[in-house]
């Protein structure tokens, strides 16, 4: 089977530079990513000819490095902009519902779920769409979900500038639907309480807004 000509010259790149870590420049990944899934494509009986399939590695290598795994890219990393809590508020800032979107680092299919969030602000407060993005940058990336949520909850305490954060992380995991026990129904669900939070009552009255 012949090789593609653009898959071959990542071949050569590896072995010209010898870059296979995490620091190499966008496109010279993309390159080699594409290659490599190239020859996994191969070795399952593939026709890298067939019009339909000739540039899917490039299509794959691009939504790795563009889109599903740009949280592996620190200066993704959202920022932070604070306001100070100049009118005094006290009592929890929850956001429900947001939308996870990750890949089992086990067998690279899909998670997809919900995150809950909240914390309870001293002296600043953090506009809202920043709790979207600090989940979703550390959701897109290989994941488990035990360790995603103890990410977000250690970035919201530390960036807050607030112990008391709570995250809860409801989720599908495909690599449970789709192969092995091809259990479709469960789901998974994991939880951070810190600071105050940890406190019988802010936590039943937390997992009460967020329907839990």
Not at 133 to 139: G, S, T
Not at 189 to 211: H, I, W
Request: a negative charge; charged letters at 25%.
């Amino acid at each position: 089977m012949a090789k593609h000509p653009e898959y071959t010259n990542g071949h050569e790149a590896i072995c010209a530079c010898g870059v296979e870590d995490g620091g190499a420049p966008l496109q010279e990944k993309e390159t080699l990513i594409a290659y490599h899934f190239g020859e996994i494509m191969r070795l399952l009986g593939l026709d890298l000819n067939d019009p339909s399939l000739q540039d899917t590695p490039h299509r794959v290598a691009k939504m790795f490095v563009r889109e599903l795994f740009i949280g592996l890219d620190p200066a993704k990393a959202p920022g932070v902009r604070l306001f100070p809590n100049t009118y005094g508020y006290r009592q929890m800032v929850v956001e429900k519902d947001i939308r996870v979107r990750s890949v089992c680092e086990h067998h690279f299919v899909p998670i997809i779920g919900v995150a809950h969030v909240a914390y309870i602000p001293r002296e600043w407060v953090v506009g809202l769409s920043k709790l979207n993005r600090i989940v979703d940058y550390f959701a897109r990336r290989p994941q488990v979900q035990e360790r995603l949520t103890q990410q977000i909850a250690d970035f919201l305490e530390a960036h807050l500038h607030t112990p008391d954060v709570a995250v809860v992380i409801d989720a599908k995991h495909y690599c449970v639907s789709m192969r092995g026990i091809q259990d479709e129904a469960s789901r998974t669900l994991t939880y951070a309480f810190r600071g105050a939070f940890e406190a019988a009552e802010t936590k039943d009255t937390f997992l009460r807004l967020v329907g839990l």
